[in-house]
């Protein structure tokens, strides 16, 4: 290689990524090669084949998935909410351009559509080309549809729509920045049917405990019945990941969950379990209800 992409350097004979998770945090990975680089209309764009991680998408420097890990996140995020559903018929998926949730979310039988809205076509493009594992590569389940548009206005579409809605979004900075907000968040309610349901990611709760409360605080705004579950996902910064529902019928409670699919990660144990907070979290969220 000639030239090396940004967002990567030269050390000593050795290729790593480094990225800046905080004023006084950054995270190396050491690279075996660049798979894919695109710069988009709307951010830059990579696919890395890592020595620890294996294969990573990189957007903008910031890793967003890797094939070692990502099923953990992809799992959660996408069989916590269609396990609680009592029949999940028509999902809607924000950000999420790797596939992996749409992938999880297409191995529910009663699921007739998936709409997978995701600003930039080249994420998909890269993911399905160079992460198979994750996408499903490039043939696509025929009940996924691809919409390659601003997810927010996209949610202002339709009224009573969806069953489920998954948001996939990436760190609140740039392009997804505004999946954060509560105007979005009240697009999301309006555009759920009236036993519907909504998950996020919102962050973790060690290092981005202002985002995760303000998700949980603003979601509950909106939503009678709102909780927040956690995983490990070992490439996030901090490690423990969380999630927020938001739902307009009682979400049941954990030893109610049924969970029958094939998964690496997710069993009724995990999902069920997800709910039990640490004790910090629960202080965190109390302040802000």
Request: include cysteine; proline fraction near 6%.
């Amino acid at each position: 290689m000639t030239r090396l992409p940004m967002y990567l350097d030269n050390v000593q004979g050795s290729i790593w990524l480094t990225e800046d998770e905080k004023e006084n945090l950054k995270i190396s990975y050491r690279i075996h090669q660049v798979l894919f680089e695109e710069t988009s209309p709307f951010q830059h764009v990579m696919v890395v084949d890592s020595h620890t991680f294996g294969r990573m998408l990189v957007l903008d420097g910031i890793v967003q998935t890797t094939t070692l890990d990502g099923f953990i996140y992809n799992e959660m995020i996408s069989h916590m909410p269609l396990s609680i559903h009592p029949n999940p018929r028509h999902v809607l998926i924000i950000g999420g351009g790797d596939c992996g949730a749409a992938q999880e979310a297409v191995k529910y039988e009663s699921v007739e559509q998936v709409d997978l809205v995701e600003i930039d076509e080249a994420v998909v493009r890269a993911c399905k080309a160079f992460m198979p594992e994750i996408s499903g590569g490039p043939d696509s389940d025929p009940r996924i549809h691809f919409h390659y548009c601003d997810g927010v206005e996209f949610a202002k579409r339709y009224k009573n729509k969806y069953d489920v809605v998954i948001v996939d979004s990436s760190d609140p900075i740039g392009p997804a920045v505004q999946l954060f907000e509560t105007s979005f968040y009240q697009s999301l309610y309006d555009i759920l049917k009236d036993d519907g349901l909504m998950v996020c990611q919102s962050q973790s709760p060690i290092l981005h405990q202002d985002i995760m409360v303000q998700s949980y605080k603003r979601i509950s705004g909106l939503f009678p019945h709102v909780k927040m579950y956690t995983a490990v996902v070992p490439t996030y910064p901090g490690g423990l990941w969380s999630f927020t529902i938001g739902s307009k019928r009682e979400i049941p409670k954990p030893e109610q969950i049924r969970f029958d699919k094939q998964a690496k990660y997710v069993n009724e144990g995990v999902l069920r379990s997800a709910f039990a907070l640490p004790a910090f979290v629960e202080k965190l969220l109390g302040r802000a209800q």
